[in-house]
């Protein structure tokens, strides 16, 4: 397929135009905000730039990979779906800013795959959620640190002001470890949540969730962007049953991951175009996310 890239962020440079050169696809162009830097990040990877055109983005390609601010994400996939492409957004799809459902929508009439680049469902930690949860794991903890403190000038600023991420660090990392557990579980029947050290914009430098679901299975999870060692725990333990009081630990999160996670997740999108299918998160259940991330923040 024909590919444009919208962003020239870190995740583009470093795994996405890498994992799309790989798998043998053709980036067409590579767009951003300041046309300077996206055409050093296109030419760096041997690809076009779009310019400042986003007209070009839609022209002559067959699939979009959107890594702009989480506030361009709805209004660029949904150009490209007007345009007839397929859509890869990445996460999360818009936070605490709306928009995804009416997003869903306009992709099941488009008849067109789109979906969402948590890539860690098709991972280890995926799988190891899923066996934990067969043995009878009913109580999880997770458990993400890690420093985060842009100043003025810093190119990843705009992560702290809510009218544009979304949300803070449950939005940015919270959002892919929340996907593990709806991907596993489905939709929580409660939600309660404490968020706090906000930015001056206003974004949460930390987050606290409680989920708990039908089935009888609860998380306490924890996100904060501190200073101190990085820490990205997930723990499950089983409260009953032949497994009752046994510990399940994935310490840290993605051992036993491939080093671009974005390989199989563009070998998983141009399979599922291909084949007519959903990609391994559909716009829908990344709209759950967004869901779970709005009522947090509220």
């Known amino acids: 397929m024909r590919w444009a890239v919208a962003g020239y962020g870190d995740v583009v440079t470093r795994r996405v135009l890498p994992a799309l050169a790989e798998s043998g696809e053709e980036v067409a162009y590579v767009w951003g905000r300041d046309a300077g830097r996206a055409a050093r990040a296109a030419a760096a990877h041997g690809a076009a730039t779009g310019g400042d055109d986003t007209d070009r983005l839609f022209a002559g390609v067959d699939a979009v990979y959107v890594a702009t601010p989480v506030v361009a994400h709805v209004p660029l996939a949904a150009r490209a779906l007007g345009a007839g492409c397929h859509v890869l957004v990445e996460k999360p799809l818009a936070g605490a800013l709306g928009g995804g459902a009416a997003l869903v929508a306009r992709a099941r009439a488009a008849r067109r795959c789109a979906g969402v680049a948590y890539y860690r469902r098709l991972g ?40 544009v991420a979304g949300g803070g660090v449950l939005a940015d990392a919270g959002s892919h470890r929340l996907d593990l557990l709806l991907g596993a579980l489905g939709r929580p029947s409660h939600v309660a949540s404490r968020v706090d050290r906000r930015f001056p914009a206003g974004c949460e430098r930390r987050a606290r969730l409680t989920l708990a679901w039908a089935s009888g299975v609860t998380a306490e999870c924890c996100f904060a962007w501190a200073e101190g060692p990085l820490r990205d725990r997930f723990e499950a333990r ?32 141009v399979a599922a175009a291909g084949e007519g299918r959903a990609p391994v998160c559909p716009l829908a259940e990344a709209a759950l996310v967004d869901e779970v991330i709005a009522t947090a923040l509220a």
């Open 124 to 163: 280890p930690a995926a799988r190891w959620l899923a066996s934990a949860l067969r043995d009878g794991a009913s109580h999880l903890r997770v458990d993400f640190r890690a420093p985060f403190d842009p100043g003025p000038e810093h190119p990843m600023r705009w992560r702290t002001d809510p009218a």
């Open 238 to 269: 089983a409260a009953g049953g032949p497994a009752a009081g046994r510990s399940y630990v994935l310490d840290p999160l993605d051992a036993g991951a491939v080093p671009n996670p974005h390989l199989p997740l563009i070998a998983d999108f």
